[in-house]
């Protein structure tokens, strides 16, 4: 079955990065789009980007342009997700989530929780 | 972009039909039929329900459904149960390959 394991919970301090993996497995990853989100405390999801796992095109949104990066390892299925200068407002859980296309998303990771705190 | 607008809580009792709106603009909602839903339960991960507007995903109750209206996108709960719980997410294509989300929806069953 379609399945997305994330990276374990990370602790940061403001200004450091953090990188956060993504593998799948039980379909062909270079046919689908990585899709990464995030949801802060008790806040709603933000979509952050994509990486299309075939061919590399990354699509960013406007709020992170400066200071996150989508990569793939197709050998390993595996995505990530860098976010650089981190604030306390990046303290969230993080997902990834398979699409089809640039549409939506019909299976996600299991989230990875990431606080910045000094 | 702001996010799209959902109410912010809703409620129900069982066996009842409930519909969480989720208002956009013309950028997104009004101009493409590519609205998703998702139920997210808390401390898990968000589970997709209906895409373009309409579609069941795999596996998803017939008592899920989804519509447009303009700038508006429904998700209609029919015959309500308490596993139905949790938070509701909207989220529309928002044109140049860029997606939003709602500020989503708790729905209580009573």
């Known amino acids: 079955q379609v399945q997305l394991v994330q990276s374990g919970a990370e602790v940061k301090k403001p200004g450091t990065s953090v990188k956060i993996s993504c593998k799948a497995s039980?379909?062909?990853?270079?046919?689908?789009?990585i899709h990464w989100m995030r949801q802060a405390p008790g806040q709603s999801l933000q979509w952050m980007g994509w990486?299309?796992?075939?061919?590399?095109?990354?699509k960013v949104s406007d709020k992170f342009s400066d200071r996150i990066g989508f990569q793939r390892d197709t050998s390993a299925n595996m995505a990530y997700m860098q976010l650089t200068s981190l604030e306390s407002d990046d303290t969230a859980i993080y997902f990834c989530?398979?699409?089809?296309?640039?549409?939506?998303?019909?299976?996600w990771g299991q989230g990875t929780l990431v606080t910045v705190s000094s | 972009q702001s996010a799209l607008i959902q109410p912010a809580s809703v409620s129900g009792s069982p066996g009842q039909s409930l519909t969480i709106s989720c208002t956009g603009s013309?950028?997104?909602?009004?101009?493409?039929?590519?609205v998703s839903w998702y139920h997210q339960l808390p401390g898990t991960a968000p589970k997709l329900l209906i895409y373009?507007?309409?579609q069941r995903s795999s596996g998803i109750s017939t008592r899920f459904s989804g519509s447009k209206s303009g700038d508006t996108a429904s998700l209609t709960i029919s015959g309500l149960v308490t596993e139905d719980e949790g938070q509701y997410h909207c989220?529309?294509?928002?044109?140049?390959?860029?997606?939003?989300f709602g500020g989503g929806t708790r729905l209580t069953v009573l």
């Open positions: 989530g398979r699409g089809r296309n640039s549409f939506y998303s019909d299976s």
């Open positions: 039980g379909y062909t990853f270079t046919n689908y789009i």
């Open positions: 990486i299309n796992a075939g061919s590399g095109d990354t």
């Open positions: 013309r950028r997104d909602i009004g101009s493409y039929n590519f």
């Open positions: 373009e507007v309409s």
């Open positions: 989220c529309s294509y928002a044109g140049n390959r860029t997606l939003i």
